[in-house]
């Protein structure tokens, strides 16, 4: 009787200790987007959502990176301008999800998305 107490304790506290382990740092927070500014003009986005919301991040230095912008979920369509040049993106973005928008040192956009779970 004693060893099935002590075998249904460690079961329990390692269903406690799992549980706990597996919480989510994000709280179904809103997405957010950031430029990482590598590139030879200043840099902005527009960040146009689904519920017709925007968001932008204006003139960004070579060498520099804003802080992140959040937005509302849903269909989201940027517009990354360098250099008087447009650049549009549309994606789909959940709660949690951190999007950054990199321009390398040829004015080369590339994205990346983050869980930030």
Do not use: W
Request: charge should be neutral.
């Amino acid at each position: 009787m004693n060893k099935i107490k002590n075998f249904l304790t460690i079961i329990s506290i390692t269903f406690i200790i799992s549980g706990l382990c597996s919480c989510h740092k994000c709280k179904n927070e809103d997405p957010s987007a950031r430029i990482i500014n590598n590139g030879t003009s200043k840099a902005s986005v527009q960040i146009k959502t689904s519920g017709g919301n925007t968001v932008n991040i204006n003139n960004i230095d070579p060498g520099a990176s804003s802080p992140y912008s959040s937005y509302a979920p849903g269909t989201v369509t940027f517009t990354i301008t360098i250099a008087n040049t447009n650049h549009v993106e549309t994606v789909n973005m959940e709660n949690c999800f951190n999007y950054d928008i990199t321009i390398n040192s040829n004015n080369n956009i590339s994205t990346t998305v983050i869980d930030r779970n």
